[in-house]
Nanobody, 123 residues
Framework: VQLQAFGGGLVEVGGSLRLSCAAS????????MAWFRQGRGKEREAVGA????????SYADSVKGRFTISRDNSKNTVYLQMNSLKAEDTAVYYC?????????????????WGQGTQVTVSS
């Protein structure tokens, strides 16, 4: 199984970025997909998750209204559209996959992880 996240970079405050995570080696359409992030010196936190069908999403309060998770099961890819970026969004962003129905904000339920992509928001 491989999850490959890409699309990170340097952006100014108020700007936008779109992250992608391409999955291989797993039955993508039956997995909940999530994005987590970890800032320097901080714990890893959940950004949001999307159901296998894509019909249901959930977000951390800190990103609601600014970030959108979507997926294309035909391409085995999940996306994170990030708008109105703030300096505090600076972090390494990871995608993760699980078939668990547990608490989706808990990193412990995720079976597979991508390698992370750096997002830096400059003020």
């Amino acid at each position: 199984v491989q999850l490959q996240a890409f699309g990170g970079g340097l952006v100014e405050v108020g700007g936008s970025l779109r992250l992608s995570c391409a999955a291989s080696g797993l039955s993508f359409s039956v997995h909940v997909m999530a994005w987590f992030r970890q800032g320097r010196g901080k714990e890893r936190e959940a950004v949001g998750a999307i159901s296998p069908s894509g019909r249901a999403t959930s977000y951390a309060d800190s990103v609601k209204g600014r970030f959108t998770i979507s997926r294309d099961n035909s391409k085995n890819t999940v996306y994170l559209q990030m708008n109105s970026l703030k300096a505090e969004d600076t972090a390494v962003y990871y995608c993760a996959a699980t078939t668990s129905s547990g608490v989706l904000t808990s990193a412990r339920i995720y079976d597979y992880w991508g390698q992370g992509t750096q997002v830096t928001v400059s003020s």
